[in-house]
């Protein structure tokens, strides 16, 4: 996958008062102000989105930690008994430091640092780092989700140069999710799949990202695929857990223990 995008892409200030914020951002991400384009990344009330432009454009795609599904998930999930908590390791008194490689909209990162894991996120496709980064913003203004937020960190960047240039102590987990070309990433609804494909395309570099992260895991690697994907290739998941749509590949290295009391 390109860092840059493919797509015509301006940024849009709803309103008078959010000018000057999305000439900022349009200086940050090197996109225009003005002019054709496919899509609109656009600075608002509600935040930041990204909203398809033309006849029959899709609704707008944007990272929402409060309320939508993310709030009915947190409300009334499986919590620790959910297959992604299975396949992390959390388990009773063990809650691993992880990190998530191919974070996307971070939903999977926020619901594993609602169960109470430390979550770095790394995102390298610009927009989407900025769509995340908002979201992660505006989150720590909801008393009851903060302490969610605050359990979250941003990088961006290249994931693979990020995990081989690694310093401090390395996350007991890294969790992988890579655009599979062949197939839409069952966590996306329709709507995100316009943006995503065309905006992000498909991960090519997944096995030098896996090998990345096998090698700076301390504990274990887990892999989401589309349940009749090929693992990726290189070395083979220990196991997987299989659901209806997805699958996760477990590439083990150590035991995660019970924290201390």
Not at 2 to 29: C, G, H, K, T, Y
Not at 151 to 157: K, P, T, V, W
Not at 180 to 188: E, I, V
Request: with cysteine.
């Amino acid at each position: 996958m390109n860092d840059v995008s493919p797509i015509n892409i301006r940024i849009d200030a709803l309103a008078p008062e959010f000018v000057d914020a999305a000439r900022q951002l349009a200086e940050q991400l090197q996109l225009p102000m003005s002019g054709d384009a496919e899509f609109a990344l656009q600075l608002g009330t509600s935040g930041l989105q990204l909203q398809e432009l033309g006849e029959a454009a899709a609704g707008a795609v944007r990272v929402d930690f409060v309320e939508g599904a993310l709030a009915h998930r947190r409300q009334h999930g499986g919590g620790s008994g959910q297959m992604i908590a299975k396949a992390v390791g959390i388990q009773p008194g063990v809650r691993p430091r992880l990190l998530d490689a191919t974070a996307g909209l971070g939903r999977d990162g926020f619901v594993l640092a609602q169960l109470g894991c430390e979550v770095t996120l790394i995102e390298r496709q610009p927009i989407i780092a900025a769509l995340l980064a908002d979201g992660l913003q505006r989150g720590l203004s909801d008393e009851e989700v903060q302490p969610i937020m605050q359990r979250m960190q941003l990088l961006s960047g290249n994931a693979i140069e990020l995990m081989q240039n690694w310093s401090g102590e390395a996350p007991q987990v890294i969790y992988l999710d890579p655009m599979f070309p062949h197939r839409d990433k069952s966590s996306l609804v329709k709507k995100e799949m316009r943006v995503f494909r065309p905006l992000v395309g498909a991960d090519d570099d997944a096995p030098a990202l896996l090998a990345a992260a096998l090698a700076l895991a301390s504990h274990r690697v887990v892999v989401k695929r589309p349940r009749k994907a090929p693992s990726i290739a290189g070395q083979q998941p220990g196991y997987a857990l299989e659901g209806k749509s997805s699958r996760f590949d477990i590439y083990p290295k150590k035991a995660l223990k019970t924290r201390a009391a």
